[in-house]
């Protein structure tokens, strides 16, 4: 649903500004304007007296999508550090540009204050185009900073595609344009498809997805965007076939980073925001780091992760000497967070987070399919478990049958012959 403001009733009474709620409405002349910001709450239209104001259906047939062109990524960056999910999804919207074709490029929306030397790593992950926004209102993120540039950047070069990773900004961000440009948006995707011959053949792999009403030649290229539902227990493909752009938040840890390419080079577009200090209502007066958030799940290169079969929460005592030991980071099922052994912080699977460490360490984990699908993509997979029938091993590259409280302590002490075998080696 759209508000709309029919301009040969509207008096210009200003009744409609003081009853909204978020401050959307503006008078240009004697006439009242519905700005981004309004989120059809239909308040102004239960107030205005001479039925000025209505309600709008966004359904019936789609309108004209051919303007929109290129796969957009916001590029979340904190502390002038672009965050790994943004180049994961660099290489993502690289490889969908080229599945595209048409001259599709894949843009990077930078957005900060003087985070410009980022625009290199960008090209280097393969951004075609980067669009750069800096402001010092913008030094820090906030909700309405960010949305209103954004908005007022896809309005005027009309993206085909956005991406956004599912972190705690994107979560908070990409809802509020798709509500501001009328347009959809699936959250915390786990595959993104443009062509349907590429969708049936992941489908195949996957018994929880149907195409039967899919042909594998059909030339559709909008995007096919797949998420867990139903708590996980199905992956339903959603598309977005009347609105643009078409949005979709990606969890960290699933999609491929390309390599490297030192050198990489592309074309900037430098946009000056239209934004002043009055349109952020909230102010940022101090970013208080705690542990916890120091420690990411999702940039680990090592997770020991520890689950039902640890027996109770002292069990993580000995998962954390392991992880520091290793060097890694402690992680837990969600059996053992819902138990209430660990903060819900760790926890790894769908309904938590998606990780991709060089070793991953699952201690006392059976292998539920939700947990499997947040950390199957593991470079190496070391299981610990005494049943023998525990799906983990059918993922795992190495798998070690026996108590973990046996077990563990001995990988701690090996671990310790190892690192000084390997230093003697270096002398």
């Not at 709620?21 to 009242?32: E, H, L």
């Not at 790994?84 to 930078?110: H, P, Q, S």
């Not at 070793?359 to 984990?365: L, P, Q, S, T, W």
């Not at 012959?417 to 390997?422: E, K, P, S, V």
Request: include cysteine; hydrophobic fraction near 40%.
């Amino acid at each position: 649903m759209a508000v709309q403001v029919l301009k040969d009733k509207c008096r210009g009474c200003k009744l409609c500004l003081r009853s909204c709620p978020f401050s959307a409405i503006i008078m240009k002349g004697t006439n009242a304007v519905i700005t981004e910001k309004c989120n059809s709450c239909g308040q102004c239209v239960a107030n205005c007296p001479f039925e000025a104001i209505e309600k709008t259906s966004e359904g019936g047939e789609a309108g004209d999508l051919s303007a929109y062109k290129n796969i957009w990524v916001f590029a979340e960056q904190r502390e002038g550090k672009l965050m790994n999910v943004a180049l994961e999804l660099i290489g993502e919207g690289y490889r969908l540009a080229r599945e595209i074709g048409n001259d599709t490029k894949v843009c990077a929306l930078l957005i900060g204050d003087q985070v410009d030397h980022l625009v290199q790593e960008c090209y280097a992950y393969g951004a075609d185009r980067v669009y750069l926004i800096q402001s010092p209102l913008l030094s820090s993120y906030t909700t309405d900073g960010y949305a209103k540039v954004i908005c007022d950047a896809i309005t005027e070069y009309k993206p085909e595609i956005v991406l956004y990773g599912a972190t705690h900004i994107g979560r908070d961000l990409a809802p509020r344009i798709a509500a501001r440009l009328n347009t959809g948006l699936t959250a915390d995707c786990t595959r993104l498809d443009v062509k349907v011959s590429s969708y049936i053949d992941y489908a195949k792999k996957n018994t929880t997805l149907n195409t039967a009403t899919l042909d594998p030649n059909d030339p559709d290229t909008g995007l096919k965007q797949t998420r867990p539902a139903f708590g996980g227990n199905l992956m339903a493909t959603i598309i977005c076939p009347r609105t643009r752009p078409q949005m979709s938040t990606v969890r960290p840890g699933v999609m491929q980073k390309r390599d490297r390419e030192d050198g990489a080079t592309g074309e900037l577009v430098t946009i000056t925001p239209k934004l002043q200090e009055t349109d952020i209502r909230t102010k940022v007066l101090e970013i208080v780091k705690t542990a916890r958030e120091m420690v990411a799940l999702s940039d680990a290169e090592i997770i020991c992760s520890g689950g039902r079969g640890l027996g109770n929460a002292e069990g993580f005592e000995l998962i954390r000497q392991l992880a520091d030991k290793v060097g890694g980071v402690v992680g837990a099922s969600r059996a053992a967070v819902d138990a209430g052994w660990i903060d819900h912080s760790h926890q790894v699977g769908q309904t938590g987070t998606t990780v991709k460490p060089k070793i991953y360490f699952a201690c006392g984990i059976s292998g539920a399919i939700q947990h499997l699908a947040g950390m199957q993509n593991s470079d190496v997979i070391i299981a610990i478990n005494k049943n023998p029938d525990a799906p983990i091993f059918e993922v795992a590259d190495y798998g070690i049958l026996g108590d973990l409280y046996k077990v563990i302590p001995e990988i701690i002490a090996a671990w310790d012959d190892a690192a000084d075998i390997y230093k003697k080696s270096l002398q």
